[in-house]
């Protein structure tokens, strides 16, 4: 899917919102201390990035969409936090070898193709005492409902079957995954976001400009106009 969709295109400010108390949850169990050293990998509009640097963290975040990297820098700087922002590929990461004492990922690194490649990568930015936390919707709810409705139209309109998806929220399919990057699986929490709306029309209403919304769009539609995919 990362190959059709981008990320950049769209309003994915909307969505970025909706999934900041994932990035604190995940910031909060990562714990950084002024000084460590943190990437976060596909750091979109900044959310998890921005909380690490808040709290004293010299953060470095990568994302593929240079229109998202703008925003968090933005943020940054309303903020008052340093953050450094790099455009990359998640199976490319433009920082060096052992360079992080944490990397983060919020609902990025689970869009990689090559989920084994990009877990390698991680290792190789990651020092040897340091720690990895990734966050990955679970087989169930709207979101993971979404996404497989999104694979079904690609394939059914492009006659290729749908994608496979890597079951990352799995400890028994993940495990072995990390061990071939030399990275050890110690522990997954499972936990809820509340999607609200005030009903699911409204909820898909909202959603229409996500990036995933306007690449089923383009596939169904032809191209779509460029003012659509401008800022806002």
Not at 197 to 216: D, F, G, I, K, W
Request: net charge neutral.
């Amino acid at each position: 899917m990362r190959a059709i969709v981008d990320w950049g295109a769209g309003r994915y400010e909307t969505t970025a919102a909706e999934l900041e108390p994932v990035a604190r949850a995940v910031v909060e169990q990562a714990a950084p201390s002024a000084g460590d050293d943190v990437l976060d990998v596909g750091c979109g509009t900044g959310n998890a990035a921005l909380l690490a640097a808040a709290g004293g963290a010299r953060v470095i975040g990568v994302d593929g969409a240079p229109r998202l990297l703008e925003v968090a820098g933005q943020r940054a700087r309303a903020q008052g936090v340093m953050l450094e922002v790099r455009q990359g590929d998640l199976l490319a990461l433009p920082v060096d070898n052992a360079a992080f004492d944490i990397v983060l990922s919020v609902f990025a690194v689970i869009f990689a193709p090559d989920p084994g490649r990009a877990l390698r990568e991680i290792a190789r930015v990651l020092r040897t005492s340091g720690r990895v936390l990734l966050s990955a919707w679970v087989p169930a709810g709207p979101i993971d409902d979404m996404l497989a409705a999104m694979g079904r139209i690609i394939g059914r309109v492009t006659g290729a079957p749908p994608p496979q998806r890597f079951a990352w929220s799995d400890p028994a399919a993940l495990a072995p995954l990390a061990a071939g990057a030399g990275l050890m699986l110690m522990r997954t929490t499972r936990a809820e976001l509340p999607i609200r709306a005030t009903s699911p029309a409204a909820y898909v209403a909202a959603q229409s400009e996500h990036p995933m919304a306007l690449a089923v769009r383009e596939i169904l539609h032809g191209p779509m106009p460029k003012h659509r995919y401008g800022r806002r």
